[in-house]
Structure formats: C-alpha cells, structure tokens
C-alpha cells in the first residue's frame, strides 16, 4: 500500500454534492424540480475565473477523472494520465471541473436516485435526455461556481458531443472546444451497437421491465453482455490480436482430454462485463445510449453543421485516431469540414494509434505533445 | 521560406481573404499571412511533428495527405489556395494543381527550378545527381520525386490551360540576380507562379 500519491497526481480527491433548487426545464417537455450534481475539481480557480476548464466524460464515465478517492485506491481516475501537474491538462495553471452528468449512476440525480416529488427511487421513469440538458446543467454548475467563461470545454466521444453543444449553445462561455473521438451524429452501424446493448439489458429476466431495485435485483447478465459488446467495438482488431491472439487461459487441445478450453479474450470480455455490472444501472445505460443515439449537432440548423458551428465562437482542436472504427477519423474530418466551412479556427490532428476507440483514454506520446501543446496556447490566454 | 519569395508571395494576397495553405509545415507562412494581411488562413500538413509546431503557432491547421487529393473541399471556397516548395514531394503534382484550382479562385506555387544553371553544371562536370544548398538530399533520400524546370512548368500551363496570372523569379547568388530577367530557366533558383483557370 502506498502511503502518498505519485508527484504528477492531483491528489485526493474529494467529490462534492452540489444541490440545485431553481427547476431544470428539459428538452423533452418535462421539468426536474431540483437535482443534484457531484463534482470534483483539481487545482485552483485564479483570481481573473479565467483558467476553468469543464472536463465531459463518455458514456460510462463519472466525476472522478483525475486523482484518488483514498491512497489505497488500486486505480485513479479515468483521465488521470492526463489532468495533473505537469500533464497535458496541467492543474498548476488550469481549475478542472469535472462532473457526473444528469441521468448518471455515480451520486447524481439520476434513476438510482430518489425522486423528491414521489419519495420513490426515480428508475425507468427518469425523463429522457438530451445533450443540450446536460449543457444547461453544467451552465448551472458553472455559473455557482463563478465561471463566466470555460477556457476550455473538453471531452471524448459522448463527451466530445457534450462539448461541441456548450459552444453552440453558450458561444460567449466557450473560448476552447476540444473534440476527441467524436462525431456530428452517430451512424446506423453505432446505432445498431447501442440497441443491441440495449437489448441485452432488457431482455435480461432481472431487468423486470426496469424495475429491478424495486426487486432487491440487479440485471447482471444483460449489462455485461451490454458491456461485452461494446468493449469489442472500443478495441481495433489488432489490438486485440496483439493483446490476447488464441492464447488460451485455460485448457488444452492436447488430444485425449476433454477439459473446457478457454481463450484468454473470453476471460477477459467476461471479467471487463462483471465488473460492469457491478457499477453501473442498467436504466442509466438505456438512458445515455438514447441520448448519444438522438444527438445530431445541425438538426435545428437546417441540417447544416456549417451552419450551426457559425453560432460557435470558439476556437476548436479536434483529435481522432487512426484504429478506431466507432468513431471513426472520417467522423472527425465532417466536424472539421463544417468548422472550415463556417470560417471557424481549428486544428485537426489523426494520431496513428491501434488502440481504437480507447485510445483517448490511453497514454500515446504524440496524443499527449498535442494536447499539451494547446493546452499551453489556451494558459496564455487565461 | 525565403524572406523575397515571402515578399512576392504576400504582395499577391488580397488582405481578410481566405487562403488555403497545402503542404504549410511549421505554419511560418500563414502566420505571417495571419499577422500582415488578416488573411483567414488554414493549413493541410502530413507530418505529425510541423502539426504540433503549428498548433504551438495558434495557426489552423488540419492533418491530411494533398496526395489523396482535396476531395473534402467544396469547389471554390477559398480565395487562394497556396503550395510553397512542396510540388515536388507528391505523387501527382499535376493532380494537386487541378485539385487547386478547382478548390480555390486562385492559386500560387513555388517550386524550386531544377533547370538552373548551377545544377545543370553539376551534372555535366559531376556526371552526378545535383546537391545544392537549396537541394541539400541525396538521389536516395530525398523527398523530392517530381523536380522541373521552368519552362517545364509552362508547358504544363500551356497543356492544360492553365492561366499564368504572373510569374517571378528568385535567384540567390550575385550574377543570377541580374540575368534571371533574361534567362529565368537558367538563373532562377526559386519560381513563383500566380494561376487561375
């Protein structure tokens, strides 16, 4: 057990609940009376409120990106590689905010949370969301936290959505957008990964229509097949031809015995899926797949994402990588058409990585001279 | 890029209008371009470390191989669609200029001029490939695939009809200088062209 944190780590982390009394009108007609967002920041907000930085995590993201909750924490959070001092996102110069989002399953208000209007837990009947809600949320979060203005709105894949509809919706809160692995709408073949996940969950038995908790039950089988599949669908091909090939975990094909055989990606599909459902609620999930599923950045704009970044005022990078076959470069190269198209500042960068989609999430040399080096750009203007 | 192409190069650049920049390196041009003329530059470059030179730079810049055209680009969204000292590294110069002026309103190339008389003298007395201070490769390594001459160029121009809006001439050393007026094919080290279809 290690009795202190590494010296480019931001520490303990201590999330925060903050609570939110004026209604939230939803994009779907409905209003949420009050709600709840947990936070976390890293470094410090300086005396102009000028270095604020909104961190927006993906699909099963949570608030804990950077940092350790105790110094016996096995893991630290999942963008720790890089928020820290002296990382690409370096908390000497930059207050990092990072939260779980609405309809999330880590403490704020969501479907695992108790609806205060019925004093029952709020499950399948949470309201359906849309981006845009999260956007007004953390311009909620932000304005309590007395940040006029994002240096920096960043976030990869779901997150990258999450911070392209901040620039569109708040142009003068937004001085820096940074879109990793992201795309202006998904495609039929992502959307068809999303409902196949969505299936698995609710055709699990203990699904019980949604109303599992109420059950004393958790649908275990149905996420970690959910989660099975998409964790094919964030790895490349080579990858996990490199990782795990047919390497067997356990068994043989000797002849003369019949013990199983097991290939090591099963164990591995099967440990990663578990482990999922451990955590996570399965109506969160239906919830955020529908939201990344509905999201299409130029619908009100007539269809036209040049016309829509021309409401932006901010200054874009744009990162995709070479493997990843979800969200794939040629997503990437559509938002930086209509960002060129629309006369907006943008710089474009494919990193050659085989680590697919997961590859925003990894450590990669170049990936991190990039982000460091604008981010140094964005302190110079804070 | 030298100081005197730079010169001939900006005087060509109507000032706010939008340039395209294919091949833009470290990003030294455009944020000239940026800063003189108000241009509304964006960059196309293939090598990861210029990229992060130009993000350093605060200049626009948007990773992609002009070899695999400009296909991305709408006809005629920009004003100037540039290419400094990069022709001879592609495949297909002759595509990358046709993609230019369907891209842009109007184009400008320089390419440094393999009919100099410098090396013309280096392969006749060397019977050996030119390495020049401005031409510093070896046969083997260099990036350079496609080289020509000046008036190889115009015949290209002249082939596809190709407009030459203007053309100037760079010479380095002393005595070019003077006779470049007269012979650019044999003096120029530097050709600048400004086209338009």
């Known amino acids: 057990m290690p009795d202190s944190f590494p010296p480019d780590s931001v520490g303990l982390a201590v999330p925060e609940v903050h609570h939110f009394a004026e209604p939230l009108e939803l994009s779907c007609g409905r209003r949420l009376a009050s709600y709840e967002l947990v936070v976390e920041t890293y470094g410090e907000l300086n005396a102009k409120r000028s270095n604020a930085v909104l ?3 993906a699909l099963s993201g ?65 309201p359906p969301l849309r981006v845009r809600d999260w956007v007004l949320s953390q311009a909620r979060l932000a304005d309590r936290l007395g940040i006029e203005q994002w240096a920096a709105v960043i976030g990869g894949s779901l997150g990258g959505m999450n911070a392209m509809r901040w620039a569109l919706e708040y142009p003068a809160r937004v001085r820096h957008c940074v879109v990793i692995a992201s795309a202006l709408k998904l495609t039929a073949q992502n959307i068809a990964f999303n409902e196949i996940a969505r299936r698995a969950i609710r055709s699990d038995p203990d699904f019980r229509d949604g109303d599992f908790a109420e059950h004393g039950v958790v649908p275990r089988n149905g996420l970690a097949l959910a989660r099975m599949v998409g964790h094919v669908t964030y790895l490349s091909h080579a990858l996990m031809g490199q990782r795990f090939g047919r390497e067997l975990r356990s068994g043989s094909f000797a002849r003369g015995l019949e013990a199983p055989v097991e290939f090591k990606v099963e164990s591995y ?7 999922f459902a451990e955590n996570f609620d399965a109506n969160t999930y239906l919830l955020i797949t529908k939201m990344l599923d509905y999201f299409d950045l130029a619908r009100e704009y007539g269809d036209d994402p040049a016309a829509a970044f021309r409401t932006a005022r901010a200054r874009f990078l744009v990162v995709s990588f070479t493997s990843d076959w979800r969200f794939a470069p040629q997503r990437s190269q559509e938002i930086v058409q209509a960002l060129v198209a ?14 697919g989609h997961d590859a925003f999430l ?13 981010m140094a750009r964005v302190a110079e203007t804070c | 890029m030298l100081r005197v192409d730079l010169d001939i190069v900006r005087r060509w650049i109507a000032p706010g209008s939008r340039v395209l920049d294919l091949g833009c390196g470290d990003g030294e041009l455009l944020r000239v ?19 992060t030179h130009c993000v350093a730079r605060g200049v626009n810049v948007i990773e992609a191989d002009v070899d695999q055209g400009l296909t991305d680009f709408p006809d005629k969204s920009f004003d100037t669609v540039l290419m400094a000292n990069s022709m001879q590294v592609l495949r297909r110069p002759d595509h990358a200029i046709a993609e230019m002026l369907r891209v842009g309103e109007e184009c400008i190339v320089t390419f440094p001029n393999f009919g100099n008389i410098r090396t013309r003298l280096f392969l006749a007395a060397w019977g050996r490939m030119p390495v020049t201070r401005q031409l510093p490769y070896q046969w083997y390594d260099t990036p350079n695939i ?30 070019d200088r003077l006779l470049k007026g007269v012979w650019s094919n044999l003096f120029s080290a530097t050709a600048i062209y400004h086209l338009a279809k």
């Not at chain 1, 996102?89 to 205060?116: A, E, K, M, Q, W």
């Not at chain 1, 629309?342 to 680590?355: L, P, T």
């Not at chain 1, 990894?362 to 604008?374: C, D, I």
């Not at chain 2, 000046?150 to 121009?157: I, K, N, R, S, T």
């Open chain 1, 269 to 275: 599909l099967h440990y990663q899926g578990d482990k």
């Open chain 1, 55 to 57: 961190i927006c995590h």
């Open chain 1, 342 to 355: 629309a006369n907006r500042d943008v710089a474009y960068a494919c990193i050659d990585s085989d680590m």
């Open chain 2, 146 to 175: 496609h080289f020509c001459t000046v008036q190889d160029f115009e015949a290209l121009c002249r082939e596809r009809s190709i407009r030459v809006l203007h053309r100037e001439f760079v010479a380095e050393q002393f005595p």
């Open chain 1, 362 to 374: 990894l450590p990669n040399a170049r990936y991190e001279k990039l982000l460091r080096t604008y």
């Open chain 2, 33 to 51: 371009l940026m800063d003189s003329r108000g241009v509304e530059g964006y960059g196309i470059e293939i090598d990861p470390e210029k990229i």
């Open chain 1, 62 to 126: 949570n608030h804990h990106a950077a940092g350790f909750h105790r110094v016996d924490d096995a893991k630290p959070g999942w963008w720790d590689d890089y928020i820290g001092p002296g990382k690409p996102i370096d908390t000497r110069y930059f207050y990092v905010v990072c939260l779980n989002n609405l309809g999330g399953c880590h403490g704020s208000t969501g479907p695992r949370t108790i609806n205060p209007e019925t004093g029952l837990r709020w499950g399948k009947h949470f």
